[in-house]
């Protein structure tokens, strides 16, 4: 049984509702979907786009909205990648059964860009209403932070908090009377390119899928073109083809840092070998694809024969002036910059 089934029945205390599960919706012009997903050549990215809240009247009172993920995806000659977040989009917070009958927009990132492998996508997302009190609020900030501390990118900076996530949704769902389930999935998907998905708060077949669409203003669900009157969650499933927040890779960062060091002590057997770690470090990543491994590691060996004199330097520039030029951070070093260059207050500064 996965995590998310065994909280479903928790709090439902009966068999687990089969909903609607939509995969492919059309996309209204957002330019999300329809955008290939290949092995080991981009990133996937989760993002909750809009939600509708229904079943939260039966507390009676102030809720918070929570979002509850799980994604497992496969790494290279490694056990597969788990990434689990509990978010409480600001939007969703304290909301009362006044809110009930609008769309919430929140396009709300559930997992940061994890490298795609292959494989299938195993996939576990749960919208829950949670009765706002002295009990569940703090327990539900105390597992949001936890999810925050343990990242929504990084693949071996969440394992650690993995049990802290599941241990507090448990603590959640135990309380049956003031925990309702509004719509979940958890499904094993084959991704080919990137897409819309919706579920829906009715049982499997009772809504016609072909007749739902987004609206492209609000992305609210629509039924034959009117807004439907259920409860249901959007969310996309992304590609993307950078990392953006490379920089902050745990064991590539503080590896990082170490070359820097040994590049400014002027000592070259020291940054020979702390170049060495550095490119094992970043070839046994599993937070990068293929090409990127290959981009961060030319832009360091590029860093280190400007800043040492056995590359390209600026005119006018001894080996010193070069030294105190080196990226002080690991983002500084332009992953993305095509053109291999870097520059500050406007004048070109080496290579990388």
Known sequence: ??????????????????????????????????????????????????????????????????????????????????????????????????NLNRVITVSSQLMGAVPWRGGKLGLELGLFSVKKGNLLSPLIDYVTRVSAQGGISFIGQVKPFLPLITEGMDLIAGQTADTIIEVAIDTDMSLSESCLCAIVAVPKGGVDASKLTLDPHDRKLLLDGKPLEEGYCVFSIRRSDKKADYGAIPEIKASFAVLRSAIASNDSAQTENALAAFRRTVVISSDLITA?????ITKAIAMREAALGSGPMAVGRDAGANIGIIPGELTELDLYDEAGGRTINGESRGPW
């Open 1 to 98: 049984m996965s995590w998310l089934a065994d909280l479903l029945n928790k709090i439902e205390g009966r068999k687990t509702t089969d909903w609607t599960f939509i995969e492919k919706l059309p996309d209204p012009g957002l330019d999300i979907a329809e955008h290939a997903i290949e092995p080991d050549e981009c990133y996937i990215e989760i993002f909750v786009e809009s939600l509708r809240l229904k079943q939260a009247r039966r507390l009676a009172t102030a809720f918070h909205g929570v979002v509850y993920s799980f994604a497992r995806l496969s790494q290279e000659a490694a056990e597969d990648a788990e990434m689990a977040a509990v978010s409480k989009p600001a939007r969703l917070a304290e909301l009362d059964s006044g």
């Open 292 to 296: 990127d491994k290959n981009r961060l």
